[in-house]
């Protein structure tokens, strides 16, 4: 198994910790957010870490360079330009095709989701992508039909709506995406989106005419991209 951590985000939200530091390396429960994420991979059975670079490039290479995650580690440079989720899976592609499916976890989530269990499904299921996705508050749903195959898109905030197939909402299945998803490698086919893009969008548009899947877990999430919430999260776990 291989899996894509992305890492290079600027970390505007968590500043003042991220004025002298790139997000992936503020301290979480007593250690790195990146090496929480590695670890939760390695313990699923990835094998390859690729990990994307932008903000503070070199302080993230030195520490990938000496540190043991327990898996090969490779670094996807985004130096130059910020790609976002979708772009920064793109220019990885030479690293991700090489197996059939890859994990994709952005590294400011900590979750308890079965790694193993949603991988299993994703492969059951034939779907070119699998998005993880719970029930709980968020000022935007992914929405699913009954299969949980996506449909659509909504800013709870602002009423706004983004179709890919068309479903009577009242009927829908409202879900938070997790910021987890698997995907087939078969994925890069259908990628017409170059520069930066939204893998959000990039699902979106491919689930009018491909199977892309929402995987419904529950326990533990914590988004850890502000101060207030990275530190609430950090009260929340159990010692």
Request: hydrophobic share 40%; with cysteine; charged share 25%.
């Amino acid at each position: 198994m291989i899996a894509m951590i992305f890492a290079a985000g600027l970390g505007t939200r968590l500043e003042p910790l991220t004025n002298d530091r790139p997000k992936a390396l503020v301290n979480f429960n007593g250690r790195t957010m990146l090496e929480n994420v590695a670890e939760k991979l390695v313990l699923a059975g990835c094998e390859r870490l690729i990990i994307n670079v932008h903000h503070f490039p070199e302080m993230m290479k030195d520490f990938i360079h000496s540190h043991d995650f327990g898996a090969e580690t490779l670094i996807s440079d985004e130096s130059d330009m910020l790609l976002d989720t979708g772009g920064g899976m793109l220019k990885a592609r030479e690293f991700l095709e090489s197996e059939p499916h890859f994990i994709l976890y952005n590294v400011d989530i900590d979750c308890d989701i079965d790694l193993d269990v949603m991988y299993s499904s994703h492969i059951c299921s034939g779907a070119l992508a699998t998005l993880a996705v719970m029930d709980r508050q968020s000022t935007r749903n992914l929405i699913f039909d009954r299969s949980m195959q996506l449909c659509a898109w909504r800013n709870n905030t602002t009423g706004e709506m983004k179709y890919s197939r068309p479903i009577d909402i009242g009927n829908g299945r409202a879900a938070a995406f997790s910021g987890i998803s698997i995907a087939s490698s078969e994925i890069f086919k259908y990628i017409t989106e170059t520069g930066k893009f939204s893998i959000t969008d990039l699902y979106l548009r491919l689930a009018k005419t491909e199977q892309i899947d929402g995987y419904l877990h529950s326990g533990r999430w914590a988004d850890l991209g502000t101060v207030e919430k990275l530190r609430a999260a950090e009260k929340n776990i159990k010692p």
